[in-house]
């Protein structure tokens, strides 16, 4: 599963013209699930996002995490995260997972971050749709995070 978390001031998310979700200072996670992905994986990438430290403290330094700070979640899906880019110029998409599979994981994933945070500090896009993501990158800070079935735990 990847995560691209990005620390944003302010993020919204749009479908067909109406603001699905929006977030005050936060993170703003794009979510790709791979084939091999399961339930192990959703969890995992949610436990260690949420802690991962890219707030400032008071020092200055990326010390303090999503859970430290009280900041907000907007969890997008996106399937192109997954895309094998590595000839050619078209990406593939057989490293994504199927619509079920992404689907669920995706909603677990969501689930599992109302657990984590609580149901009003996490919002999210629309699996399958066409959205419009809007963010100010605060910083800009933005990371790659990939747990596999291979990866060691934390």
Request: proline share 5%.
């Amino acid at each position: 599963m990847i995560g691209l978390l990005q620390r944003v001031s302010e993020a919204h998310v749009t479908v067909d013209g109406r603001e699905i979700a929006r977030i005050a200072a936060g993170l703003v996670v794009l979510l790709a699930v791979e084939p091999s992905d399961s339930e192990i994986e959703a969890e995992r990438l949610l436990d260690r996002l949420t802690r991962y430290r890219v707030f400032q403290d008071p020092h200055g330094r990326m010390n303090l995490s999503l859970a430290d700070t009280g900041g907000s979640l907007l969890l997008v899906p996106q399937f192109t995260l997954a895309a094998d880019t590595r000839k050619g110029l078209r990406p593939g998409f057989a490293r994504a997972a199927d619509p079920g599979t992404g689907r669920a994981l995706f909603e677990l994933a969501e689930r599992r971050a109302r657990h984590l945070l609580g149901a009003g500090r996490v919002a999210s896009g629309e699996f399958g749709a066409h959205m419009q993501v809007s963010l100010t990158n605060d910083g800009p800070v933005t990371f790659w995070l990939q747990v596999s079935a291979l990866s060691a735990p934390g």
